[in-house]
């Protein structure tokens, strides 16, 4: 990957893409896909090719993963689905647990199944941003007292404002031995794949979320992983077996598989991780040799294996989160102070669900890092960090 002339940690928000993509897509068939001329039908073979691919990186069937435009669509495409389900059935409203630290895209959509009178329950994260499965059944039993009956859960593996790591596999066991209808679990794994070691058939979860400007691809392509079909909300044409209508994104596609065929197979993977957990490791320890830094949460260890070592939260009592931002901007450095999707709003959703003080939450800014970040890069920032605290 070429290297950037400025100092980037923002890779949560999106990431350089790998020079081989533009090739990809320009060597991609033009074709429709769904036409029966020669064209079409080399389309077809390459979009299907692709799903192949992707299906071997990831461990599943190439028929339970479906391409969409990205991680919102296809985390809003599932808690939908509630709208189908509730408009269909004749029992009791089918209601949805989240996150309470979920990213836009699912809290979002909650409030707007709220407004269909469709129950939602947020689940709140423990103060160091995790999520407890005595939370879940706590928040669950909420649920049954109140009549609702819960039939979906969304919980994010990786947390992308704190790296905060779910164990998923834990909750899914937890709440598959549960009495009553089978509860939908889905997961946002936009943070995790190619980045946090992460097995989506060994977790149990029946749907999951994939985006590929966040593995060194194109914008406008993503997965839908559904362990067997639902019933979606859109409606248009056969595509994507008729979950997901409208004409594919065979270059997108081919881009993504080759993506993840980078960056998620496990030996890369688990080289990256290491790498990138030795670069948060002096980060973290240098900051708390900086004095005015307060971590969120506190109690984040330099090796700490409750959170994902490509994203840390922190905060500059005194020194507003956006200042910062402009600040390291004007040094050459690329910071944010939370989800790019959040940009332009005051509150952090984020932290205070986790607790966490008005005052910190408007310091807090968010350092996240890739693959392609190196030592200097480390250095780099904790020396731009040091000239700007002591000047303001």
Known sequence: MQKMTRTYFDWAATTPPFPEIKDIIAQAPFGNPSSRHREGKEARQELETARRRCAAVLGVRPEQLIFTS???????????SLIVRNGTAAHSAAGLLYGAAEHPSVRENA?????LNIPCLPILPERDGTVSVEAILHTLEQARERNISVRMLALMAVNNETGAVTDLSAITQAVRKLPGPAIHIHT?????????????????????????HKLGGPRGIGLLYLKRPISLLTRGGEQEWGLRPGTENVAGALALAYCLERLAAKDTLEAHYEQAARRMERLISELHQLGGCTLIPQDREPR??????????????????EVM???????????????????????RPVLKAMGIDADTAFCAVRFSQGWDTTDEDIETLLGAIKTIRNFL
């Open 111 to 115: 409030e707007i199944l709220k407004r």
């Open 304 to 321: 700490d294996r409750r959170f994902s070592p490509y994203i840390l939260q922190a905060a500059f009592p005194g020194i507003p989160g």
């Open 325 to 347: 931002v402009r600040s390291l901007d004007d040094s050459g450095i690329a910071i944010s102070t939370g989800s790019a999707c959040s940009t332009g709003k005051t509150e």
């Open 188 to 212: 946002d794994l936009v943070q995790t794949t190619g980045k946090v070691p992460f097995s989506i058939k060994d977790s149990g979860v029946d749907s999951a979320a994939i985006s590929a």
């Open 70 to 80: 990205g991680g919102t669509e296809s985390n809003a495409s599932v808690l939908q």
